[in-house]
C-alpha cells in the first residue's frame, strides 16, 4: 500500500470538494479546480477528509494511487492557501512591470517582451527585480514560472539573467588573463 496513498487529505474550513463518477472538484476561498480521477482509483468523502483508495491491487492502480492523492491534495491547498512563486532578474537594465494580466519584461533584446498571464495567475513586481507568481493551480504555476525563465535563463559567467530565488547559480571564472613575458 503506499504510505503517501492511504493517509486522508484534511479539508480546511471554506473547502467544498464534490465527488462525481471520475470527477473530483474542489471549491474554496482562492478559487475553484478540478481533476479526472484516473482508472483504478477511488475517492470517498468522510466528514472533513477526503480519502482515496485503490480498486484493485495491480501495477496500474498502484502507480496512480498515490499520485492521485497528492494532486488532490494540492488542490485542496491551492484553493484555500494558494502557491506562490519567486523570480529573480539580475543584469544591467533588466527589470520587470505588472500590467494587467501581462508581465512586461526589458531583458537586453531589441524589444520588450510582453509575456501573458493566464486566468488563474496574478504577478506582483517588487523593486523592479523581483517577480512573485501565485496561483491555486501548483502545475499551471511552475509552468509559468519556467516558461518566463526560458525567456533569458542565467548564464554562469555573470550570473545575468531570470532564476527562481532559491536557486543557486554555480558560476565560472572566465577566461585567465593572458599571461605576460
Not at 492521485?68 to 523570480?87: E, P, Y
Not at 488563474?120 to 523592479?128: D, I, P, Y
Amino acid at each position: 500500500m503506499s504510505r503517501l496513498g492511504k493517509q486522508p487529505i484534511d479539508l480546511p474550513e471554506g473547502v467544498k470538494v464534490l465527488l462525481n463518477d471520475s470527477l473530483v472538484k474542489v471549491e474554496g476561498p482562492k478559487g475553484k479546480l478540478d481533476f479526472n480521477v484516473p482508472y483504478g482509483v477511488k475517492i470517498s468523502q468522510k466528514d472533513k477528509q477526503v480519502v482515496v483508495e485503490r480498486i484493485n491491487n495491480s501495477a496500474d492502480a498502484r502507480a496512480r494511487h498515490g499520485l492521485a492523492r497528492q494532486l488532490i491534495s494540492n488542490m485542496v491547498h491551492g484553493v484555500s492557501t494558494g502557491f506562490s512563486r519567486t523570480l529573480e532578474i539580475k543584469g544591467v537594465g533588466y527589470r520587470a512591470q505588472a500590467k494587467g494580466r501581462e508581465l512586461g519584461l526589458t531583458l537586453g533584446l531589441s524589444h520588450p517582451v510582453n509575456f501573458p498571464l493566464p486566468e488563474s495567475v496574478t504577478a506582483k513586481v517588487e523593486g523592479n527585480t523581483t517577480v512573485i507568481l501565485e496561483s491555486p493551480d501548483k502545475a499551471l504555476l511552475g509552468d509559468v514560472a519556467a516558461k518566463i525563465r526560458s525567456l533569458r535563463p542565467p548564464e554562469p559567467y555573470q550570473g545575468k539573467g531570470i532564476k527562481y530565488a532559491e536557486e543557486t547559480i554555480r558560476r565560472k571564472a572566465g577566461k585567465a588573463a593572458a599571461g605576460g613575458k
